[in-house]
């Protein structure tokens, strides 16, 4: 018995799933797949898509809400870090805000940290919502385009197996996702410490 994940519709589930809740890993692995004929790629990068967005847009909302009634700006001005950074904290934002949105989706282990940013500083929800679909949509396609077909005929052209034309791709960018996650962190650390 063998599974069609093409006519099926779990898996695209699984990667708009995954891609809301911060799924590279995931989404590069149905990038691959679709590379290779498994998924339709229109379909992944949709998934990816609405994923991504949802993803951003619940955790933008949930922000917003607990920050308008006024308590968690209180908490966090009690935070050293945060009292003495907000202002131009906000500024910044309000100053870049478009760029800051659609960074959201390019900035794997900052994603939720700008997404805050974001919320804090109280960008418009239209224009959050607005920016953050294309956005999803920039980040989706390109990550298929790169995983599936870029990187694959560059190793095709020079030579190297099939084999490995598939999964170095996929490899390259998880080692890539996975060091700007671990520095990200490490800057976060050294800013709040």
Known sequence: MTIDLIGSGA????????????????????????????????AVIAAGTVGATLGDQVLFNLLRLSLAGGRVHRWLSRMPAVARHSDRLVRQVRRHESAMIFAIRFAPGLRIALTAACAYARVPPLKMSLINIVASLAWASSVLAVVAYVVPSVFARLGISERWVALVPAVLILIVVSVVRVKSRTAEDAASG
Not at 24 to 42: N, R, S, Y
């Open 11 to 42: 898996a695209y589930v699984g990667i708009l799933a995954a891609a809301a809740l911060e799924g590279e890993w995931t989404f590069i692995a149905a990038a691959t797949l679709a590379g290779q004929g498994i998924l339709d790629p229109v």
